[in-house]
């Protein structure tokens, strides 16, 4: 039986609650844009495609100035996840507000309006689609932003030790991959990104492949880790 994505996100964060993803903090040194708000004499909104339990929202609101202009935008196809952003003692309906949403359909109805947004950001989110949903996926989301706005990315890579350490058996698709919780993972190049950014009518920034070497010493294990990481910007009208 298939099971759907939504009951899958459900039953993993009933376990897991609000222990299994770090908050990030690496995403100010990746992404300056996010701690750039304060400044800003009109609000900046920022919206956090696949929110999870807030990982991004809340480190944010940690490093912005109590009367910073700035609202937070968070979504998730978990309802468990939501509810647990919602619970957060950060969590403030005048300054963020989060929701169930599935990014994969066709037609996107959220509560923004479109050409609003300053940033979005999708972090280790779009590799749990099915591959023959991230066209529109993209395509919709980028809707959203204003002009000169940012579309933050960071995901798994082709051949990080993610991938290599899948058994026969595992494989949905060239590339893409069923875990054993019942989520589903893809490993992207930075060309498939390229392709999925400029067909939704935006232009690169920064399109680049992070390698890193991460060594257990405890277990004495060297893994080798690949991301990739894109910014793409929504140009002005000529």
């Not at 999870?52 to 490093?63: C, Q, R, S």
């Not at 939501?82 to 990014?103: E, G, P, Q, T």
Request: glycine share 6%; proline share 3%.
């Amino acid at each position: 039986a298939v099971v759907s994505t939504q009951s899958t996100g459900d039953k993993f964060y009933n376990i897991h609650t609000n222990k299994f993803f770090k908050d990030r903090h690496w995403l100010f040194t990746e992404f300056p844009e996010l701690k750039e708000n304060s400044s800003h004499e009109e609000e900046v909104k920022i919206f956090e495609v696949g929110c999870g339990v807030g990982n991004t929202i809340f480190p944010i609101m940690e490093h912005s100035d109590e009367d910073a202009k700035i609202f937070l935008y968070g979504c998730d196809f978990s309802e468990t996840a939501v509810d647990i952003v919602k619970s957060h003692k950060l969590y403030n309906k005048n300054k963020c507000l989060a929701f169930v949403c599935d990014i994969s359909e066709k037609i996107l109805q959220i509560p923004i309006s479109e050409g609003s947004l300053d940033i979005i950001t999708m972090i280790f989110v779009l590799s749990a689609l099915n591959p023959e949903n991230m066209g529109h996926c993209i395509k919709n989301l980028a809707k959203y932003l204003k002009p000169g706005g940012y579309f933050l990315f960071r995901d798994y890579g082709r051949y990080d030790l993610a991938q290599l350490r899948f058994k026969n058996g595992r494989c949905l698709a060239d590339n893409f991959y069923a875990r054993g919780d019942g989520t589903k993972v893809y490993f992207f190049t930075q060309e498939e990104m390229d392709k999925l950014f400029t067909e939704a009518g935006l232009v690169k920034v920064q399109n680049t492949v992070d390698k890193r070497l991460q060594v257990n010493r405890a277990r004495q294990l060297k893994m080798y880790r690949v991301w990739i990481q894109c910014k793409y910007m929504k140009p002005h009208s000529s």
